[in-house]
Each structure stands twice: as structure tokens, then as C-alpha cells.
């Protein structure tokens, strides 16, 4: 029985192991060089600069309401948690949309029906800039754009939203 | 807008619109360690606060840099300084000068200065970087804001 069993003769045994090792440092050295090669490739794609902003899509009304959240921002010198917002509702077409809530006039933060004199309109408190529903400025106060947009996605039901993108004139 | 350089080249070109002054009061201390740690917290909280309510009015309020004084200062000497401040900005002109303070010790002398007092009670349990500070100082710049909206009507 013990003879059956040593089916592996010593340089077989010595092969192998230089081989396996072999293969293994070779592997090593070759992985790197690969590694750059393909680097694009192993980055993650720019959604998963998305934030999760701990809204849940079914509780978009469309009824502006205002989100708070945090992400880490990279600025020269200074990595730091900043705080964003934004205005968030549905609009007639039933499809999500998240404005930056910082005014194009001179950034101040706005709010939704901030003022009583304006009804359903986004009303910055500084200068009486306005916006209507749909983010564009009310023509005769002082902004001179729409509000921004932030890119958004949505994922399980919960809505992700990236970078405010300015919009042209509308 | 803030005291640094950017912030700056956007207050040149729109001078016309920015027409309030806010400065944070902050008193220093070391004598006593009670007295430090709760000046310490104020200075914390207070520009924590500053810096909130800069970024809800940005485009009509300069944030000044911190004004500081000694906890043990005669406030006459104080008063007639911070009105040197009031008076040089004034100049600029800005027509509201805010003085933002957790210090209640200034309420008395609310009279003998020239800008407006600010006066908030200190929030002092919790941690500065609680959800619930968050909370607290969201709903405190919010109240600011109202405050400093009435007088600018």
C-alpha cells in the first residue's frame, strides 16, 4: 500500500514546486505593469461620486421639500465634510427634480415660498430674487439664471445626487 | 461673503449689494479652567454659527474676522473700540453692523454701541459635532436669519 502511494518521484516533487513558485513571482511582476495598463478601467465610474442623501423616492411630493447632507471634499490644502441642500420634488411629467438652493444672484440660500408675498415660488431673502416652480428666475428680480441642477440617480428607491449643473437660460 | 481674497473679488464687483456687517464676538481666558472651557465652547459654537449663517446670507453680508477680547478687559475700553469698528465700516458704507455674542455680559451696555447686539444664549451640553447640535444650529441660524431680514425692511 505505501508503494502505490508514492506515485510523486523526487524530481517530479522538485518540478512542481518550482513551478508553482515560479508562477507565482511571475504573476507578481507581471501584475503590476498589467494593473496600470488597465487602470481607467479598475476606477470607479463618476456615478459612484452620487451621494446617497437618505431620501426615499416614494417620498418625493410635489411639494418642494428641502435635504441636508454631507460629502467629503477634497480643496487644496483642506479635505473636509461639507454641508449641501437642496429642493427636491416631482414635477408635472412625474420625473424627480433636485435644485441647488443656492441663488445665481449672488448665493445666497433660497427657500421654497420663503416670502408671503410669493406664493409657490423659490424666494431668496437678500435681494428678493425669485424662481418659479421650475427653477427658472423670475424675470425683473436680480438673479439672472435658473437655479442649478444636481445630477441625480436613483438606486433601490433611495435618491443619489451628485454636482449642481448650471442651466442655461431658459 | 468671507474675509479671504475670493470672496473679496466678488464684494468689489456687487459693493452695492452687500450692505451688512456681521462680527463675532469672542471672549479669552485662561485664568480659571471653568471660565476657559466655557469661553473655549463659545468660540466653537460661535463660529460654528458665523460661518452657518455667511453661507445662508452670503450675497448681502460681509462675515468680519473674529473679534476677540480679554474675559477680564475693562468693558468701556472694549465698547469704545468695538465702536471704532462700527465706525470704520460704516464708512464703507455698510448700513448694518452686527455684533454676534454668547457673552451676556454685553447685554448691559447694549446702549454705548454704535452696531446692533446680537445676543444668543450658549447651547453648552452635548457634543459640538452631535446630529442634534447640527439640529440646534440649523434652527438657531434660521432664527438669525428672520432677525436680521426685520431689519433689513
Redesign the interface.
Given at each position: 500500500m505505501s508503494d502505490e502511494k508514492q506515485q510523486v518521484s523526487r524530481r517530479q516533487f522538485l518540478n512542481y514546486t518550482l513551478t508553482g513558485v515560479g508562477g507565482f513571482m511571475a504573476a507578481g511582476l507581471l501584475i503590476s505593469p498589467i494593473r496600470m495598463a488597465i487602470d481607467p478601467v479598475l476606477k470607479g465610474s463618476s456615478a459612484g461620486d452620487l451621494a446617497n442623501v437618505g431620501l426615499a423616492v416614494d417620498d418625493i411630493t410635489s411639494e418642494p421639500q428641502r435635504i441636508?447632507w454631507t460629502i467629503d471634499q477634497v480643496d487644496g490644502w483642506y479635505e473636509s465634510e461639507v454641508?449641501r441642500s437642496a429642493w427636491v420634488y416631482r414635477n408635472e411629467n412625474d420625473e424627480i427634480v433636485a435644485f441647488s438652493p443656492v441663488?445665481k444672484?449672488?448665493?445666497?440660500?433660497v427657500s421654497w415660498e420663503g416670502s408671503d408675498q410669493h406664493p409657490n415660488e423659490y424666494y431668496?431673502?437678500?435681494?428678493d430674487g425669485r424662481y418659479y416652480k421650475d427653477g427658472t428666475n423670475v424675470p425683473g428680480t436680480?438673479p439672472l439664471a435658473p437655479l442649478d441642477e444636481y445630477e441625480q440617480e436613483v438606486k433601490d428607491g433611495m435618491l443619489f445626487l451628485g454636482e449642481p449643473k448650471p442651466r442655461g437660460e431658459a | 461673503m468671507k474675509w479671504r481674497k475670493a470672496d473679496l473679488q466678488?464684494y468689489f464687483q456687487?459693493k452695492e449689494?452687500?450692505d451688512t456687517v456681521i462680527v463675532p464676538l469672542i471672549p479669552f481666558g485662561i485664568a480659571s479652567d471653568v471660565e476657559a472651557e466655557k469661553a473655549a465652547i463659545q468660540a466653537e459654537m460661535i463660529t460654528l454659527l458665523s460661518h452657518e449663517l455667511e453661507?445662508?446670507?452670503?450675497?448681502?453680508i460681509l462675515l468680519a474676522p473674529i473679534y476677540s477680547y480679554l474675559k477680564s478687559a475693562d468693558r468701556q475700553t472694549e465698547i469704545a473700540r468695538m465702536n471704532m469698528w462700527s465706525a470704520e465700516m460704516k464708512e464703507q458704507p455698510f448700513k448694518h453692523v452686527f455684533m454676534l455674542t454668547f457673552d451676556p455680559s454685553w447685554k448691559k451696555y447694549e446702549q454705548e454701541l454704535e452696531s446692533t447686539l446680537l445676543w444668543l444664549p450658549a447651547v453648552q451640553t452635548g457634543e459640538l459635532n452631535s446630529k442634534e447640535m447640527q439640529k440646534t444650529v440649523?434652527e438657531q441660524v434660521g432664527q438669525m436669519?428672520e432677525l436680521i431680514?426685520a431689519y433689513w425692511q
Open positions: 441636508d454641508n441663488c444672484h449672488l448665493g445666497c440660500v431668496c431673502p437678500c435681494h436680480p | 466678488t456687487s449689494y452687500i453661507k445662508e446670507l452670503t450675497g448681502r440649523r436669519v431680514r
